[in-house]
């Protein structure tokens, strides 16, 4: 069917239902149109010609408005077996309570094992490690134990449950190396704190909800937000907790966190080899403790 000479088509449609759409727009911006069937089933919507570009520029603001969103960014993927990195970290804590509880082996494990600046700085490298599976009193580890397993269950969905521990390990020991280098004499530290905010801070890069209507910058900084907020309200407290072990931490796994935020998740003998050395490591430096 040919187009009357007045009339020109501003757009074409398979379906009925689309040129009634397209119609529509028109007569809502006061643009008069016709519609008509080519022979091969094609609809196409004529406007007047003095209305054309008028036509032209109200579709396209139309299909640029209603433009489909783009589907959501896939789910992250999640790590099996977490429960083993906490299972893991639980059983380290509370051998070395039970331990240091008997003075086993016929030694002072505090004295062997506390933060302490000087000690550290003449070559006794193993404190950052031995402090952290040390704690003042039962509700000192109780609370440490229950915090930790959740971050560290948390982080190890993320991770792997091998490279979480060795991740969290890393940063803890490398924030309390930095601590015990300024550290005057006479100040200590002890506590799987400095660990537990390590887990923490390995989730605050985490994008873990996905972006649907939210804007971008929300979502990259909805988990820091959460995890910054729950810094704030757990690792501050009266004299005797140590901010600067608990914001060092924090800060060493957040920066972990961030250099691997896009990588993915290791598979089953890097996770066993990662946990491996984080035990190992572990019992390297308490024997050294012990052996002094």
């Not at 039970?98 to 000690?119: C, H």
């Not at 035990?279 to 390297?284: D, I, N, R, S, T």
Request: hydrophobic residues 55%; contains cysteine; glycine residues 10%.
């Amino acid at each position: 069917m040919q187009a009357v000479p007045d009339l020109a088509s501003v757009a074409t449609a398979k379906t009925a239902k689309v040129a009634a759409e397209v119609a529509l727009v028109l007569t809502a911006c006061g643009i008069e149109s016709v519609t008509q069937v080519d022979t091969d089933q094609v609809y196409r919507v004529l406007v007047w010609m003095p209305d054309y570009e008028a036509a032209r520029q109200a579709l396209t603001s139309y299909q640029h408005e209603n433009r489909p969103a783009a589907p959501p960014p896939p789910a992250r993927p999640l790590a099996p077996g977490a429960f083993r990195a906490s299972v893991a970290y639980l059983t380290a804590e509370f051998l070395v309570a039970v331990a240091a509880s008997r003075a086993s082996f016929g030694q002072s494990w505090v004295d062997r094992g506390i933060l302490e600046g000087p000690a550290f700085r003449a070559g006794q490298w193993w404190r950052p490690v031995t402090s952290l599976t040390l704690h003042a009193d039962f509700s000192h580890l109780l609370a440490n134990l229950g915090f930790g397993a959740v971050f560290l269950g948390l982080a190890a969905r993320i991770y792997g449950w091998g490279v979480a521990l060795l991740l969290m390990l890393v940063a803890a020991v490398t924030s309390g190396a930095i601590e015990a280098s300024g550290m005057l004499p006479g100040a200590s530290s002890l506590g799987a704190s400095t660990a537990v905010f390590a887990a923490l801070g390995l989730l605050a890069p985490v994008h873990w909800p996905q972006r649907g209507r939210l804007q971008p910058w929300m979502v990259r900084a909805a988990t820091f937000g959460g995890a910054v907020s729950l810094l704030g309200l757990l690792g501050a407290g009266d004299a005797r907790v140590d901010v600067t072990a608990h914001a060092l931490g924090f800060g060493c796994g957040a920066l972990l966190g961030w250099l691997l935020r896009h990588a993915p998740i290791a598979d089953r003998p890097i996770q066993r080899l990662s946990a491996l050395t984080a035990g190992l490591v572990l019992l390297a430096a308490w024997a050294a403790a012990l052996a002094v």
